[in-house]
């Protein structure tokens, strides 16, 4: 792999939607001691997210849907997010549009890239593409709400950016990439 990490064996625990793998490394240490350490790595593929934002209205539209892990976690498990989907092959910026078309009804302009992100790199392979795009009473196409036939069960929810801002801060709002793309709208408003 690296002059500092060897892989010494990977036993496959699950393979589903994503794949589970338990790897064996040597890892050199920058002191130059070799350690070997064990850990269990979740990959399902990268991911790109857009944060729908109408900027003459000032209001951002977001995505309401059950997350699984939420809940096992003992958290209300109805997160506020913008959109988001794996790239299934596609381009990041071409994935986060079609995610922002099928789970909200609008097809984006003015699709921007923010930044790229890991949002667990301690067990997750994945990789988040960040965009922001524009959107309005012209870029409506249907009603949104996602594909039933993924288990999808999205509910549209437009706010006024102020309000989804504070909602962050009191605990409304916790999903990672949905905080970093508010933020990064917080500040390009300055």
Known sequence: MTDRTTIVSTT???QGWGRLTNYTIDYRRRDGQAQRL?????????AAALLLHDPARDTVLLVRQFRLPVQLNGDQPDLLEACAG???????ATAAARE????TGHAPRDVTHVCDAYMS?????EKVSLFTGIYDETTFRHAGGGIEAEGEEIELVELAF??????VRDG?????????LL???ALWRR
């Open 38 to 46: 064990h850990r269990e790595v979740y990959d399902h593929g990268n």
């Open 12 to 14: 496959l625990l699950a």
């Open 121 to 125: 790199p301690g067990s997750l392979t």
């Open 183 to 185: 933020q990064h709208v």
């Open 100 to 103: 922002a078309l099928e789970e």
């Open 172 to 180: 409304g709002i916790t999903d990672a990439k949905t905080i970093i």
């Open 86 to 92: 794996l790239l299934d092959g596609e381009d990041p």
């Open 162 to 167: 102020a309000q989804a801002l504070a909602m």
